[in-house]
């Protein structure tokens, strides 16, 4: 009888366990909030470590504002104002002009997420007890993420991004976030800070 008893609370804690998984209003109410947090004072900046298999590990700082971001690392820097990116390489003082894919703008911007998660998503989560871990699952197998785990603080700030691509991981590791007001110049590459650049159109 005892027996049976604990393996009836199992089962329930199990059960209860799936749905809290499964909560997608849940899991959207979390990412809504963190969203609305992220941009309460016209932008953010932070800290950023990439990860990601076959790259390597890269480290820099990175600006927001809505769709908007400008990351700055030791060997690059990525300008993008919602629809055309800019990447700067030190070693070569090339800039290659380029309109980025979802993908492609996730794997630079940890905050991609903010956007992303509105459309062609399942959506669930997970309590961790001091975060929860939100999980996004691609509803049509062409969309290049298929799937993303954000790390969401109690305080409804991201900690850590994983992103699946090509059957790929990388992980983005978020620290030293903070609100403050971001101009719109700092989303677009300016040719006078760069004038032996030579610039190279991908588009």
């Known amino acids: 009888m005892k027996r049976t008893r604990i393996i009836m609370a199992i089962v329930a804690l199990l059960a209860w366990t799936g749905m809290t998984a499964q909560n997608p209003s849940k899991a959207k109410e979390i990412l809504d909030k963190t969203a609305a947090n992220l941009n309460s004072q ?4 932070a800290d950023f ?6 790259v390597g590990t890269i480290s820099g700082t990175i600006i927001i504002k809505g769709k908007k ?6 060997k690059a820097s990525i300008w993008y104002d919602g629809k055309t990116q800019w ?3 030190k070693s070569s003082d090339e800039v290659n002009v380029s309109t980025p894919n979802e993908s492609q703008q996730a ?4 905050y991609k997420f903010i ?17 929860w871990e939100v999980h996004l699952t691609a509803l049509n197998r062409g969309r290049s993420i298929q799937e993303m785990y954000v790390y969401v603080s109690k305080s409804y700030l991201p900690s850590k991004v994983r992103i699946l691509e090509d ?4 992980e983005i590791k978020i620290t030293n ?6 101009d719109d110049s700092l989303f677009t590459f300016n040719p006078k800070d760069f004038p032996e650049a030579e610039v190279i159109d991908l588009r």
């Open 42 to 45: 016209g932008g953010a900046k």
């Open 49 to 54: 470590t990439l990860s990601s298999e076959g």
């Open 69 to 74: 971001f400008h990351a700055t690392t030791p």
């Open 87 to 89: 990447t700067y390489m």
């Open 107 to 110: 794997q630079m911007n940890p």
């Open 115 to 131: 956007t992303l998660y509105k459309n062609g998503y399942r959506l669930g989560v997970k309590d961790q007890g001091n975060m």
């Open 167 to 170: 059957r790929k991981w990388s």
């Open 177 to 182: 976030f903070k609100n403050s007001p971001q």
